[in-house]
C-alpha cells in the first residue's frame, strides 16, 4: 500500500498531513503511513506514533471531547488522556482491526478469533473491556444503524449479527424471534464459503460486501411491519478487502 507523502508549503518547512473532522467521520478507516496527522485549527492533539497506523479512528461521544483511536502492530492505542497509551494488546498483529460507535460507546474490533469485541472509552484497564454478551462474535466490522449495533462473525462467514434494539451490548444465538426488539443473526449467501468484508449504509438500507457478492438488507426486526428482507444484488462481483 502506498504511503501519503508529507505535505510540504512553499517555504519547504514541513508541515502535518491535515485532515479535516467531517473526511475523517466519513472514512471511518484511514490509512496513513507513520507521519504525524493533526487536525486544522488544532482542535486535538497530534497522532505521532512509532511505525505503521492503521484503522485510524476519530472519536467524539465518550465525553464531548474529540480523540484518536488507532492500531499498530497488535497494538490499540489511543490519545484520549493527551498522550498515545495502549489500551489493548491483541494476540496476533492484524491490520484490518476496526472501530465503531454505538450508542454512547466504542467498540473495538480486533480481527481475529482470540480477541473478543473490546468496549472502550478511550482509556486503558478498565475503560476497556470484553465485550459483556458471551455471544457477541468475533468480528472486524461493526455498523450501527436502525438503534442496533451489526456485526461481522469471524467464525461464520456468511452471519451477520445485530445487537437488541438500543442494548449494544445484548446479542442473541437466533435466526428469528416473535419480539421485535430482539437481536440475533441474518446469513448472506449461505454455504458460498465467501467472507463479508464490508457493511455499509445508504438511507435505510444496510449493504452487505461478499468476496464475490453484494446484498441489500431491507427492514429493522425481525418481526413487524419492517421484517427484515435479505436481496441479491450481484453474484460474480465483490470485495476481497
Known amino acids: 500500500m502506498p504511503t501519503l507523502t508529507l505535505f510540504r508549503g512553499r517555504t519547504a518547512q514541513k508541515a502535518p498531513t491535515e485532515i479535516h473532522?467531517?473526511?475523517?467521520?466519513?472514512?471511518?478507516?484511514?490509512?496513513?503511513?507513520?507521519?504525524s496527522l493533526i487536525l486544522r485549527e488544532g482542535k486535538t492533539p497530534e497522532v505521532t506514533d512509532a511505525g505503521t497506523l492503521w484503522g485510524l479512528h476519530r472519536a467524539y461521544i465518550v465525553d464531548g471531547s474529540p480523540f484518536w483511536l488507532w492500531s499498530r502492530d497488535a497494538l490499540v492505542r489511543s490519545n484520549k488522556t493527551g498522550s498515545n497509551v495502549t489500551i489493548k494488546t491483541l494476540?496476533?498483529?492484524?491490520?484490518?482491526?476496526?472501530?465503531?460507535?454505538?450508542?454512547?460507546?466504542?467498540?473495538?474490533?480486533?480481527?481475529?478469533?482470540?480477541n473478543k469485541v473490546q468496549k472502550s472509552d478511550g482509556t486503558a484497564g478498565a475503560g476497556t473491556i470484553d465485550h459483556p454478551d458471551a455471544d457477541c462474535p468475533p468480528a472486524s466490522l461493526g455498523l450501527w444503524k436502525h438503534n442496533r449495533l451489526f456485526l461481522n462473525d469471524l467464525l461464520n462467514f456468511d452471519r451477520?449479527?445485530?445487537?437488541?434494539?438500543?442494548?449494544?451490548?445484548?446479542?442473541?444465538?437466533?435466526?428469528?424471534?416473535?419480539?421485535?426488539?430482539?437481536?440475533?443473526?441474518?446469513?448472506?449467501?449461505?454455504?458460498?464459503?465467501?467472507r463479508i468484508k464490508g457493511l455499509a449504509e445508504l438511507g435505510s438500507t444496510i449493504f452487505v460486501f461478499k468476496e464475490r457478492s453484494i446484498f441489500m438488507l431491507i427492514g429493522t426486526s425481525f418481526v413487524g411491519d419492517e421484517t427484515f428482507r435479505v436481496i441479491p444484488l450481484f453474484r460474480g462481483i465483490g470485495t476481497k478487502s
Not at 91 to 114: C, D, M, R, W
Open 21 to 35: 473532522d467531517l473526511e475523517a467521520t466519513v472514512l471511518r478507516n484511514l490509512f496513513i503511513s507513520g507521519h
Open 91 to 114: 494476540a496476533q498483529v492484524n491490520k484490518g482491526v476496526g472501530f465503531v460507535e454505538a450508542n454512547g460507546s466504542i467498540y473495538i474490533l480486533p480481527a481475529n478469533t482470540t
Open 160 to 194: 451477520v449479527w445485530f445487537s437488541d434494539t438500543n442494548e449494544q451490548d445484548i446479542f442473541r444465538n437466533q435466526s428469528s424471534s416473535a419480539v421485535a426488539t430482539d437481536g440475533g443473526w441474518i446469513s448472506f449467501g449461505k454455504g458460498d464459503g465467501d
